[in-house]
């Protein structure tokens, strides 16, 4: 059975820059597009970016392009997330997932999602 464990999350100032790690187990890792998600309270979970199996392509919502940038080691069945110049829109709990489709679409693999790690930004 899959395991995500999401990692790094924390408190930092706008502006500022944080790294996100997710350690997958439990499935052929190099064989899955992964993503980041994230959650805030009273919304619907976005999908944030997304990796291809290779991770050679990659997508980001407009929101966080040119801010953050998405990164896998398939030595490690690792995913990462940078997240640069974060503003405090980007406060939320970030999760990782395999993703259905392509890394452009949002359609996730696995309903047993991790426990998240959350992002504060303050202003």
């Known amino acids: 059975q899959v395991r995500l464990v999401e990692s790094g999350g924390g408190l930092v100032q706008a502006g500022g820059s944080i790294r996100l790690s997710c350690a997958v187990s439990?499935?052929?890792?190099?064989?899955?597009?992964m993503g980041w998600f994230r959650r805030t309270p009273g919304k619907e979970r976005e999908f944030v970016a997304g990796?291809?199996?290779?991770?050679?392509?990659?997508y980001y919502r407009d929101s966080v392009k040119g801010r953050f940038t998405i990164s896998r080691d398939n030595a490690w069945n690792m995913i990462y997330l940078q997240m640069n110049s974060l503003k405090p829109e980007d406060t939320a709990v970030y999760y990782c997932?395999?993703?259905?489709?392509?890394?452009?679409?949002?359609?996730?693999?696995?309903?047993?999602w991790g426990q998240g790690t959350q992002v504060t930004v303050s202003s």
């Open positions: 997932n395999a993703l259905k489709h392509t890394y452009r679409n949002e359609a996730y693999y696995f309903d047993n």
């Open positions: 439990g499935v052929t890792f190099r064989l899955y597009t």
């Open positions: 990796i291809n199996n290779i991770g050679d392509s990659t």
